[in-house]
């Protein structure tokens, strides 16, 4: 019965939480630049309208691939420990990880490439050149931060030699966070988490300056909903992974999020004063700052592992 609501209850987090914090990035833009901004619940308001509204469709894998991207979030989620380290006791110790003894990070590795995976395929059927645009940037910039990334997980398990997120997470809240245990790391996860977010300077997949949303070109009505439900449970993702590989992940849910929260911002902070940049531009950084300071860690992880 715990499993159970576990596997309810974590996906719907995910999805709550990051709506809200989507709203909240619009609202944050908004005062930085000096506006006003749309309330935070503006999201819940546009999915709600979205789903009531006719959507086209240009085949069947046009319509599955925004469902795969989904379900590939959510289901990557439940790998994900919300708070605590203690798995079969969620309301004891604030913890929710549904999957958390079933491969840990290298199945989340594998699981967080369904999601582009899908909208490409999706976007792909609608035969928009803007849309295609728009898939090949993503598939280049996933090329560019997925090399510091990998480099960062495996840093990260070298030092802990372990592949459980939850014992990750229980071990950093025993000796100390893993932002200072592999600081380089650290630093260059955080240096690709505007690229894994989509957002500036990285906001090369969208780009509706340039190429009208890009792989969102052709959907609309409740495809649309569910790319902006997609988008949510990523960014709930990806900062929810940050937090439990180097802020220690949190005692309770209330103290992981409010690390989310603090790391959130400092995203935030970078979308809203810097311009776009170019993919080749994206990729050389990438592949130059982020993956050199992951790969000088991991050297260092091995050489005091052996010595």
């Known amino acids: 019965m715990t499993r159970i609501i576990q596997l309810v209850l974590s996906p719907l987090i995910a999805l709550v939480v990051g709506v809200l914090l989507l709203g909240l990035s619009r609202k944050i833009i908004a005062r930085i630049h000096r506006r006003y901004g749309p309330p935070i619940y503006q999201p819940v308001i546009d999915v709600i309208r979205m789903m009531s509204q006719r959507s086209i469709s240009h085949g069947s894998l046009f319509d599955l691939g925004v469902v795969f991207a989904l379900a590939g979030s959510l289901v990557t989620v439940m790998f994900i420990p919300l708070g605590g380290t203690q798995a079969c006791q969620p309301f004891a110790h604030g913890v929710l990880c549904p999957l958390s003894s079933s491969g840990g990070l290298l199945v989340v590795m594998y699981l967080m490439l369904l999601g582009p995976l899908g909208l490409a395929l999706g976007a ?88 009208a949303s890009g792989p969102m070109a052709e959907y609309g009505g409740r495809s649309l909903a569910l790319i902006k439900l997609y988008g949510a449970t990523h960014l709930f993702l990806v900062i929810a992974l940050f937090v439990d590989l180097f802020l220690g992940g949190g005692v309770n849910l209330a103290t992981f999020l409010l690390k989310m929260l603090i790391v959130f911002m400092a995203v935030e902070m970078i979308n809203a004063v810097l311009p776009r940049v170019k993919i080749e531009d994206a990729i050389k950084f990438c592949w130059k700052w982020p993956a050199g300071l992951a790969l000088l860690q991991m050297a260092i992880t091995v050489l005091s592992k052996s010595g």
């Open 124 to 211: 792909g059927d609608s035969a928009n050149p803007n849309a295609s645009i728009g898939v090949s940037r993503k598939l280049l910039l996933a090329l560019a931060y997925e090399v510091p990334f990998l480099l960062v997980i495996l840093a990260v398990m070298s030092h802990y030699e372990t592949i459980s997120l939850t014992e990750i997470v229980a071990r950093q809240q025993q000796a100390g966070w893993g932002a200072l245990s592999v600081p380089l790391s650290a630093v260059a996860a955080f240096l690709i988490l505007p690229a894994m977010l989509g957002v500036r300077p990285f906001d090369l997949v969208s780009a509706p300056q340039e190429i």
